[in-house]
C-alpha cells in the first residue's frame, strides 16, 4: 500500500458535500461542591460555558481537520443559537453556501452540563419535525448546485427530520449519475430509504432498530448474517458496522473482516461517530481497500474518544498513530 504520509496528503485534493442535521453543542463546566437544599440534586457553581459545532457540523469540521474541504448542505433556523451556528461556521473557515433558513425550526441545541470531568446532565431544545416540502425543495437545489463540484457526498443524519425519503433518492441518483460514492452515518428514521449507497455506516443500536432483527456483537456469525441481510435488503455495496469495545466490522469490494478496538481510556464517546463517517468517507472517495478504511476509521473514532465533549480529530495525532502501527 501507499504510506499514510500519502493517503494524508491526497485528502487536501477532496472536497465533501455533508448533507444533514447542524447543531450546536454547547456546554457548562462548573464543579460540584454541595447539595441543594431544595432537592437532593448536586449545585454546579458555572466555570465556564463552551459552544461548538455539532452534528454534521462536526462532520464539517472533522473533515476540515483532516485537510479536505468540506460543503455542508443543512437547514438552520434565524433565531439566535442560529445567529451563534452561521457565526461559529464563519470562525472555522466553513462555507454557508448550502445552509437553508427555516422559519418554523428552531436551531437544534444539545446542552451537556459537565462536572468533574461527568456529565450530570443534558438539556435538549430541538424539533424532530419532517422538513416541509418547500423546504427539501430548496435543500436538492444546493445539493444540485454542488454536488458536482465534490468528490464524495456524507449523509449525517441525527432523526431531526432534516434528510427525508425523497432528498435521498434524489441525491442518490444525482450522485450516481456522476459517479460519486456516497457514504451513509444513518438513524432509525429513515434507515431503509438509504438504498445504492457505497459505504453504509451503523452502529448495533442502529442495526437493531433499523433491521428490527437481535445481534450479538461478540458473535462474528451474527454479526455477518446482519450484515448480509442489510445489503440484500437495501442493494448498498458496502457496509461498515462499528461496533464500540467489539472493533469494526467491514463488508466492501469483497472483503469481509472483522478488526478489534484500540484498547484506550474512555472519556467521551459523543462524536465519535462523526469522526468515523468523515474518515471513511475521504478513505472511500480515494478508493482505498476495504481493510484501511476500518482501519484508519476505527482508529479516529477511538482517538476523539480520549477527550471530553465533542471535537473534531487532530490529524497530526491520527497520522502519527497510523504510520506507528503500520
Same mark, same amino acid.
Given at each position: 500500500?501507499? !504510506? ?19 447543531? @450546536?453543542?454547547?456546554? @457548562? ?10 432537592? /437532593? ?24 481537520? #483532516?485537510?479536505?474541504? /468540506? ?23 466553513? !462555507? ?9 425550526? /428552531? ?15 443534558? @438539556? ?28 464524495v457526498v456524507i449523509f449525517e443524519d441525527y432523526d431531526k427530520g432534516v434528510i427525508t425519503p425523497e432528498l435521498i433518492a434524489s441525491t442518490v441518483q444525482l450522485a450516481n449519475a456522476r459517479n460519486i460514492p456516497v457514504v451513509v452515518d444513518p438513524k432509525k428514521r429513515n434507515f431503509l430509504h438509504y438504498k445504492g449507497v457505497t459505504l453504509f455506516k451503523p452502529n448495533v443500536k442502529e442495526m437493531r432498530e433499523g433491521l428490527k432483527i437481535d445481534l450479538d456483537p461478540r458473535d462474528l ?8 441481510? #442489510? ?18 466490522? @467491514? ?37 482505498? /481497500? ?35 502501527? !503500520?
Amino acid at each position: 500500500m501507499q !504510506s499514510w504520509a500519502d493517503v494524508f496528503g491526497r485528502f487536501s485534493k477532496l472536497r465533501v458535500l455533508i448533507i444533514g442535521d447542524v447543531m @450546536i453543542d454547547a456546554y @457548562i463546566w462548573g464543579v460540584v461542591e454541595r447539595i441543594s437544599p431544595e432537592a /437532593p440534586v448536586p449545585v454546579i457553581h458555572v466555570t465556564r460555558r463552551d459552544w461548538r459545532l455539532g452534528g454534521a457540523a462536526n462532520v464539517a469540521l472533522n473533515v476540515l481537520s #483532516l485537510g479536505a474541504t /468540506p460543503v455542508l448542505c443543512a437547514l438552520a433556523a434565524p433565531d439566535e443559537n442560529g445567529k451563534r451556528l452561521m457565526q461559529l461556521l464563519k470562525e472555522k473557515n466553513l !462555507s454557508q453556501e448550502g445552509i437553508v433558513m427555516s422559519s418554523i425550526r /428552531p436551531t437544534t441545541v444539545k446542552e451537556r452540563v459537565i462536572a468533574a470531568h461527568q456529565h450530570v446532565v443534558r @438539556i435538549d431544545d430541538e424539533s424532530d419535525q419532517v422538513a416541509t416540502a418547500a423546504e427539501s425543495k430548496d435543500l436538492l437545489a444546493r445539493v444540485t448546485q454542488l454536488i458536482g463540484q465534490c468528490d464524495v457526498v456524507i449523509f449525517e443524519d441525527y432523526d431531526k427530520g432534516v434528510i427525508t425519503p425523497e432528498l435521498i433518492a434524489s441525491t442518490v441518483q444525482l450522485a450516481n449519475a456522476r459517479n460519486i460514492p456516497v457514504v451513509v452515518d444513518p438513524k432509525k428514521r429513515n434507515f431503509l430509504h438509504y438504498k445504492g449507497v457505497t459505504l453504509f455506516k451503523p452502529n448495533v443500536k442502529e442495526m437493531r432498530e433499523g433491521l428490527k432483527i437481535d445481534l450479538d456483537p461478540r458473535d462474528l456469525g451474527s454479526i455477518r448474517s446482519a450484515v448480509q441481510q #442489510l445489503k440484500h435488503r437495501m442493494d448498498v455495496e458496502g457496509v461498515m458496522l462499528t461496533m464500540s469495545e467489539h472493533g469494526v466490522y @467491514i463488508d466492501h469490494d469483497g472483503v469481509e473482516q472483522l478488526l478489534p478496538a484500540h484498547k484506550r481510556e474512555i472519556a467521551d464517546v459523543s462524536g465519535a461517530g462523526d469522526t468515523v463517517v468523515s474518515i471513511a468517507a475521504l478513505c472511500v472517495a480515494l478508493k482505498l /481497500p476495504a481493510k484501511e478504511v476500518a482501519y484508519l476509521s476505527n482508529l479516529g473514532g477511538g482517538l476523539v474518544c480520549q477527550h471530553v465533549g465533542v471535537v473534531p480529530i487532530d490529524r497530526k495525532e491520527l497520522l502519527d498513530e497510523a504510520m506507528a502501527a !503500520s
